[in-house]
């Protein structure tokens, strides 16, 4: 699953300054404090066989000394030797049991061996209790690799979750963690599939894989089949109102158009809470131009749901529509505190701003406009799958 690369291997094992004067006091021999300041010199520069070839010539000079043994664990980490490894910190283990650090690297050597049963306690102790935030990255994402091998996926889940939260931004923990994901939510279908395979559940999973996977016309005939089992269940009006407006900019038919609004309106029948659906149908009837109807269904949606953005949005742009700009400023007000990155909600506040008389407003609303604007090739949008997000306005200029 993952090969790690240690940056700074030494620092699972211990600090190897005090190494030569240790030597030195235990044998005076002048070979051996030599290969000492030899390999600590080799290791200072990053050259690694130059280090692990010193340190073995030291390990036969000094057998009983625990830290050295462990410095060449490290080593031989780094080099991927890690049969070496292992052998290095059970020596060292042995010599000085209270060496610190060394149960991580025994963990991380062992679970690269595969052997992820014995490296389990290890890798745990070392992700749970280190403060050593390098070490605690290193034995998270091999937890990763060690449970998934053992097959406790949903132990990898939680393990996943935390390195998410630990390491938000980090690249290889999103690659590893998105995987871990992918895998378990795969895991899980297929018992759908097994445990009930002509159920609701599985049908309603069906059509939401095909509408993700761009096949529209078989994402309709699955929710359909949904609403054959069970007329009245709530959402799923709502999905095909969206799979068809989605096809609808493939397929530029007004008959998708309709389609779209009538699943809304039939959601609203079944659920009346539905913000998505009543939402989807403000928009739209703006869309046609249909000021007054959009204004009340918007204003409704706001009523019920204070805090839903792009319907605050959507109901500041019929304002200035209607030549009310200076209503507008309110809900794109709100709007721009719910969600600072939606460079619609800041440019239409520009233009409410400025309707109101508010310069400086307008101009501080339309710099913010602009530097969103300039610094994504995207517009903001909210996630695909929640509603049909409100465009900037045919001939709106940075």
């Not at 016309?217 to 929710?223: L, M, R």
């Amino acid at each position: 699953m993952m090969c790690l690369r240690l940056k700074i291997a030494l620092a699972l094992a211990f600090s190897v300054g005090s190494l030569y004067p240790a030597c030195s006091q235990a044998n005076s021999q002048e070979e051996a404090a030599a290969y000492a300041q030899a390999g600590q010199k080799a290791l200072a520069a990053g050259h690694y066989p130059e280090a692990q070839q010193n340190f073995e010539q030291l390990a036969k000079l000094e057998p009983n000394i625990a830290e050295v043994h462990a410095t060449l664990a490290a080593i031989y980490f780094k080099q991927r030797e890690y049969e070496l490894s292992v052998r290095e910190v059970r020596t060292a283990q042995k010599l000085k049991p209270s060496l610190p650090r060394l149960d991580s690297l025994l963990g991380l050597s062992l679970s690269e061996l595969g052997q992820f049963q014995e490296a389990l306690p290890h890798l745990e102790k070392g992700f749970k209790q280190t403060a050593d935030s390098n070490t605690q990255r290193m034995c998270g994402l091999q937890l990763l690799r060690a449970y998934s091998g053992l097959g406790r996926d949903s132990d990898a889940v939680e393990t996943a979750l935390a390195l998410n939260k630990l390491y938000p931004n980090d690249p290889e923990v999103l690659y590893h963690t998105g995987r871990i994901y992918g895998n378990f939510a795969y895991i899980v279908m297929e018992k759908l599939h097994d445990e009930a395979p002509n159920s609701i559940w599985m049908l309603q999973a069906q059509g939401e894989a095909n509408e993700s996977q761009k096949d529209y016309d078989a994402a309709i005939i699955a929710f359909n089949h949904v609403l054959v089992l069970d007329p009245h269940r709530p959402g799923i009006h709502y999905r095909l109102g969206r799979v068809y407006l989605t096809r609808l900019r493939e397929s530029q038919k007004p008959e998708d158009r309709e389609s779209a609004r009538k699943e809304f309106q039939a959601e609203l029948e079944i659920d009346p809470g539905n913000g998505n659906a009543a939402y989807e149908l403000a928009k739209m009837a703006a869309d046609d131009n249909n000021l007054e109807e959009a204004r009340k269904q918007f204003e409704a949606v706001i009523a019920r749901f204070p805090d839903f953005e792009q319907a605050l949005v959507g109901l500041g742009g019929v304002y200035l529509q209607s030549q009310a700009g200076a209503q507008a400023v309110a809900p794109l007000q709100r709007a721009t505190k719910l969600d600072a990155n939606d460079e619609v909600a800041w440019y239409r506040l520009a233009q409410a701003e400025r309707a109101a008389g508010n310069r400086e407003g307008a101009q501080k609303a339309l710099e913010t406009f602009r530097t969103l604007h300039a610094s994504s090739s995207e517009a903001h949008k909210p996630p695909a799958d929640e509603v049909t997000p409100q465009q900037l306005d045919p001939g709106a200029q940075p």
